[in-house]
Every structure is written in C-alpha cells, then in structure tokens.
C-alpha cells in the first residue's frame, strides 16, 4: 500500500505469520519476500522518520525487537502523525509480549488514520487474533481458540484467524472441523502454502488420503523447495505402501534439508519394508543423532536386527529404548519385542517377565497371553503355560494356533485326554493342520487308540510332516496296532526320504529300502514277500509319476536330455530321474546311464560326480547294470569301494 509519505511500509502480515509458527504446526507465510524489493536508504534520508521506520523493519526481521521498538519509537517521535510507525510498533511490542503497549499504539495508529487499518484488518479482530497467538504460545490452547473465534465474529474474512483454528482443532484431533476453517482461509489466499500443508494434514488425519496428496501437491507447485512437504507425501506413501514413491520423496525431502527428523525416519521405514535393512538402519541411525529421544527409531533399529538373527543386539536397541523413554507411547511394544529377543536368545525367565508385563498392561490381548503361554512352556512350568493359553483362548477362540499350544501344555502335565480336546479343536478350526493332526494322532497312539490315531497320523504324513511318514512306515511294516501293509510303508519311508535335510527320519527311510533293494538283488526274500516289495516299488513310481517336473519323462535319453539342454536348473529333474531308478524305473535308470556316460550340452559333462555317486550306490547295493558300468567306467584305485558288493552279487 502507498499513502502520501511514500513506500508503506506494514508488519502487521509479518507478525502474523512469525507468531503463528510457535503453534508450531505451520508458518503463515514467509516474511523475508515481503521486503525484497525496498529501495535502499539514501545518506539523507538514513536519520529520516522513514528511515528509523525501515531500520525497524530491518531489526524485527532479524529478531532484534528491542531495537526494532526504539527505532519504531524514533520514527513516531520524529513525525508525531506516521501512522506506519504506530502499527509496526504495535506488531513488534504484541511480537515481544507487550499487549497493553501493542494494544495502545494500534489505537493511535487507527486514531490518526481510522481508514488504514480497515484497508485489511479491523483493529479489534487484529487484537482478538494477536492475543490468540499469545495465548497459544503459553500452552493455553483452549483460550487461544476462544479468542480466534471472536476475531472472526468481528471480521469473518480474517483468514489467518480461520488458519490458526484449523490448527487448534488439528491439536484437539478434530480434523474434520479443521478442515472447514483450512478450506476457508484457502477462499480467502488461494495460494498460501502453509494452508494447503495443514489441509493435507487434515485429510490425513482423516484418512483422506487421495485428498490429503492433492493437497500437498498444491503446496509443492507452489513452492517446490519445500522439504518438510515432500516429507508429508513420504510418509503419506509409506501409509498406502507405496515404498518406492516413499523412498524417493524422503529423498527430496532430505536434499532439501539434510536435517530433516522425519524425512530421515519414513526413508528408513520405507527401506526396511523392501528388504534393504542396512540402509533402513543407517537413515534410523541418524535420524536419533538428529534427535536422540525419538524410540520408534531404536524400536525399528530393534526389528532390524532380529531380521538379521542377531537377538543380543535387538534386545540391547529395546532396553536402551526402554531406559531412555519408559513411559513413552512405544513402551508396550519394546517390552514386547524384548520378550520375544530374550526368547529367541533362550533367556527364558527374563521373557516369561517381559510378557507378564505385558499382559497386565493389556489383559484383553490374546497375543500376549499366547506368548506367555509359550515363554511358560519353555520354562516347563506346564500349569501355569496352560492357564494362560486358556486366557488367550477366551479371547481368541478361533486362532487354531492358540488350541494346538494349549494340547501340547496339557500332554505334557499327562492331561491326555484334555490334550485330545485341545488337538480336536485345532483341527476342527484349520483341517489342514499338519502339526496338530500328527499330535493328536501321537495322544491317541499313547491311549492305545491306534485305529483312532491312524487317520490323523495318514492326513499328517500327506500335508507333508515327515516325522508322521516316518511313524506311518513304521507301523505298517510292523502291524503295530495296524494290519502290516509293507508297500503302504514303502510309500510312506519314499516320501520322507526325499527330505532335504539329511536327519534322522531321512536317512532311516534311505536305509530301509536300500536293503529292500539289496535283497531284492540278492533274491533272499521269499516268494510273497518279494511281491509286496516290487508292488511297494511301483506304488512308489506311480507316487513320483504325479510330482514329475514338467516335460521330463522316462520315454528316452535323446528326449530328456535335450529337455535339460533348454532348462535353467536341471538338478530337480535330476534327482526326480534317480529317485525313479531307485524305485526300480528300467526307463529312468536307462536315461541315467546315457547322461552319464555322454553328458548333457550346457548342463553337465559325462561322469557328472552326482551321476556318478547314483551309480556307485546302486552298485554296492547290487545292482548288476552298475557293477558293470562302474567297472568300465571306473578308474580301478576306486572301484573297490564297489567289487566287494559286486562280487558278492556273482557269487
């Protein structure tokens, strides 16, 4: 505004926009480009009242109020009738504390020119909103509001008193109402930025989240540099999951302002949600240098390093967390989450602790008490483990995981028929519970209900549980309780020994039908058992028939090998090849002696030492066809390990 003295020059805006910044939610504007374009003061005029009134600028800009006060003092002296001087006093005294001094210099200021202040502000709604600010700066939020309030029944077009509601009513979680007044001081002064900021707060807050993006993409177009509004979509990305986005606008944020706390903390959120945890720990390590009472960041730190195995590290992140902020808001979860170290770390005791805290913090959590329940099992404090599994049960009654647990509990104490109950109901809620149904049929076997116990045990060993294969085998070859059924067995010792780790159950199924094998060579079992051997060996074909990778047959060499010429992991249908001629496959094992005696292009050379590791297992049980290609194909230092088998099978 220009009046008959020159370039006015008004702070009334600026002190809004400093004020309100103390809320500490937003900053009304940026106060350094309302004075950009000033002309600077010559010789002549530098002792002027103008000249005090822009040196008054000049140190309220710079945050030298006592200063700015005196030369706005100076300025009012000099020429008793400078409006300007009087309003920039009253901001730089409301901006200093002064109210009453602030309040007396507006109204001499209006006293000499009443139309100036109303060119924007009414003077009264001026005083409502600064004292507002005020208040607001001295935590008394609910007055604060009050006053903004009657600024706006003074002047409803005040859009800095409709701001600065919207940001009272964010404060008192009311997003909804914020809203109203953010959108309205947005009618007023479309482009103010920190009005759009706030709005997509407020949209966040109620889960608005394409609204809240539009929002801050405003507040982007406006003023592209503005980092902690890249750091707003960051998080905003991370909520939706979109990490990648997340990660490029913490980024941003980042470039923008190295020190940014929060832009730091949602990159290092959105790495540990794609899988690259050291970088995730690296953006958490240094969002606590920037701030070292923020916990969530040693929570995440935590998660990190249990991801990576490595417990002790975990726990101590989680204690250090716990020392540092003991009643903080992530408190539970540290307690937790150190429950859950101390387990993995085999410190049972100290976890069984961690969760009864736990517990008592929030009773009404299954989690909790499930955990408890385990911690307590560890402990082999049975009664108590299944106390707490029944509370967690209550509250959780279809979680199949919480019944198998608690059976488990209960056999253990000898409660066998509670167990039953207990397994029943896993099953009843998840069929295909593989490890509950294996359980109940082990309760049922030591209740000497074996023909009850062979149904779970059949659906156990067909999910996949090698140890109730085992068992099955065991039992059919044995008539344990059973009719005896050796090709059942056969099948069921096959299936578990095409386990990958080489334990126990492996390699007694291995075992067991090598010597099926080596007598069958040997033609030492009598007629009717020999018949059930080579019917065992075809129902074990007929099982590998339905897992055959695709294309690979027993048809011919020429086919199969040009199939491993094309594929780019031929190993498993390798080792379906040789599980086929271990199961007495003439086909497969055909096949088996043409790779290894040509190869395969590209794939594996002739004498592969896989290849050649069937063959001498073959040989030293007696297979013919393998003494013979061992013995040409084998340097002679090696073929002893096999002559002794081999000539055995001569003789």
């Known amino acids: 505004m220009k009046t ?60 030298e109020l006592d200063v700015a006060i005196d030369e706005f003092r100076e300025a009012a002296h000099q020429k008793p009738d400078y409006t300007d001087a009087y309003h920039n006093l009253g901001v730089t005294l409301a901006k200093s504390g002064d109210l009453t001094g602030a309040i007396s210099a507006w109204k001499e ?25 005020s208040l607001a700066r001295a935590g008394k939020m609910e007055e604060a509001m009050n006053e903004w309030q009657a600024a706006l029944r003074i002047q409803p077009q005040f859009p800095e008193s409709h ?25 007023l002064a479309p482009d103010w930025v920190q009005a759009h900021v706030a709005l997509g707060r407020a949209h966040y807050e109620s889960h608005e989240y394409d609204l809240a993006r539009t929002a801050w993409k405003k507040a982007l177009e406006l003023k592209p540099g503005e980092a902690r509004t890249h750091a707003n979509l960051g998080l905003l990305a991370v909520q939706e999951g979109n990490f990648q986005e997340a990660i490029e606008y913490s980024r941003q944020a980042i470039a923008l302002q190295p020190d940014l706390v929060s832009a730091q903390f949602n990159l290092g959120v959105a790495l540990l949600a794609k899988g690259e945890e050291q970088a995730s720990m690296d953006a958490f390590e240094y969002a606590l240098v920037l701030d070292t009472r923020l916990t969530t960041a040693r929570l995440l730190i935590g998660v990190v390093w249990s991801r990576k195995g490595d417990w002790a590290r975990a726990a101590h992140s989680w204690r250090v967390a716990l020392q540092q902020d003991p009643f903080g808001s992530e408190t539970f979860w540290l307690h937790d989450n150190l429950g859950m170290a101390l387990t993995a770390m085999g410190h049972f005791q100290d976890a069984t602790k961690e969760f009864q805290w736990v517990v008592e913090q929030r009773s009404e959590w299954p989690q909790g008490w499930s955990q408890l329940g385990l ?14 599994l029944e509370t967690a049960a209550e509250r959780q009654p279809h979680w199949p995981h919480l019944h198998f647990m608690l059976g488990k509990a209960h056999a253990e104490k000898g409660e066998l028929v509670l167990a039953v109950q207990a397994f029943r109901e896993a099953v009843r809620i998840d069929s295909n519970f593989v ?11 030591a209740q000497n209900l074996v023909s009850e116990a062979v149904d779970p045990l059949r659906l156990a060993a067909e999910g996949g549980s090698r140890e109730a294969q085992g068992l099955l085998a065991s039992m059919y070859v044995n008539g344990n309780g059973i009719d005896r059924n050796v090709p059942l067995a056969m099948l069921w010792w096959s299936r578990s020994s095409r386990g990958s780790i080489p334990d126990t159950i492996t390699r007694t199924a291995k075992h067991q039908l090598a010597q099926l094998r080596r007598r069958l060579y040997q033609h030492t079992f009598p007629l009717t058992e020999e018949q059930d051997v080579l019917t065992g060996f075809g129902l074990i074909r007929q099982d590998l028939e339905t897992h055959a990778p695709l294309e690979v047959s027993t048809d011919s060499f020429r086919e199969n090998a040009a199939f491993l010429g094309r594929v ?42 896989s290849l050649e590791q069937y063959w001498v297992k073959a040989a030293k049980e007696g297979n013919q066809i393998a003494c013979e290609l061992m013995r040409t194909t084998m340097p002679q230092g090696k073929f002893h390990t096999v002559r002794q088998a081999c000539q055995s099978l001569r003789d």
Request: charge should be negative; aromatic fraction near 10%.
């Open 163 to 187: 701001y600065a509601l919207g940001l009272g009513f964010l404060a008192r979680q009311n997003p909804t109402v914020a809203m109203v007044h953010i959108q309205s001081a947005l009618s």
């Open 435 to 445: 490890d509950a149904l294996f359980h109940l049929g082990i309760v049922l076997r």
């Open 109 to 133: 200021g209006e006293r000499l020119d009443p139309e100036a202040v109303s060119l924007r502000y009414s003077l009264s709604a001026l005083v409502a909103y600064n004292y507002g600010v």
């Open 568 to 609: 780019a992991a031929p190993r498993f249908a390798l080792l379906w090849m040789i599980e086929r001629a271990l199961a007495l496959d003439d086909s497969a094992q055909n096949i088996l002696r043409g790779w290894y005696e040509q190869g395969v292009v590209e794939k594996f050379p002739h004498h592969h030492s």
């Open 4 to 63: 008959q003295g020159g370039n006015r020059v008004i702070l009334i805006y600026t002190c809004i926009s400093l004020l309100v910044l103390s809320l500490s939610l937003s900053s009304l504007g940026n106060a350094a480009e309302l004075f950009e374009e000033r002309i600077p003061l010559t010789i002549d005029e530098f002792d002027s009242a103008e000249g005090h009134l822009r040196l008054g600028v000049d140190f309220f800009l710079t945050g």
């Open 375 to 388: 911690s307590l099992m560890s402990e082999r404090r049975w009664r108590e483990a299944v106390v707490a």
